[in-house]
């Protein structure tokens, strides 16, 4: 009888961790954003967009503006990321590649070893 307990404890604890319902979305998002954004090539500087795409001052201004909401001041958001549930922690994808941010909050990048 005791032993049965204890297995569905452990079961529990395991389901709890794997769901890992204390982690905040948003705040993943933000973090990603600003740690990875420039690095990755999911926020491009703002010369860098006006000297290679064809867009108006009014557009530009409007992207900065966008970008800054986000917690962007050096840049340009051109691929935003989105975060989903994954066992353990949360799958952070954007079009640039993905991230892995598991429940203790370690941050690892896609394919690398």
Do not use: Q, T
């Not at 917690?71 to 993905?98: H, K, L, N, Q």
């Amino acid at each position: 009888m005791r032993k049965g307990k204890l297995m569905g404890l452990l079961l529990l604890v395991l389901l709890l961790l794997a769901w890992a319902p204390w982690m905040d979305e948003r705040a993943i998002h933000d973090r990603i954003l600003r740690e990875k954004g420039l690095k990755d090539g999911s926020v491009v500087p703002v010369d860098y967009y006006r000297e290679h795409y064809n867009v108006s001052e009014e557009v530009l201004e409007r992207l900065v503006e966008e970008s800054r909401k986000k917690g962007i001041e050096e840049g340009i958001i051109i691929c935003d990321y989105r975060v989903m549930w994954f066992p353990f922690g949360r799958w952070v994808a954007s079009c640039e590649g993905g991230y892995y941010v598991g429940f203790w909050s370690e941050l690892l990048r896609a394919g690398d070893n």
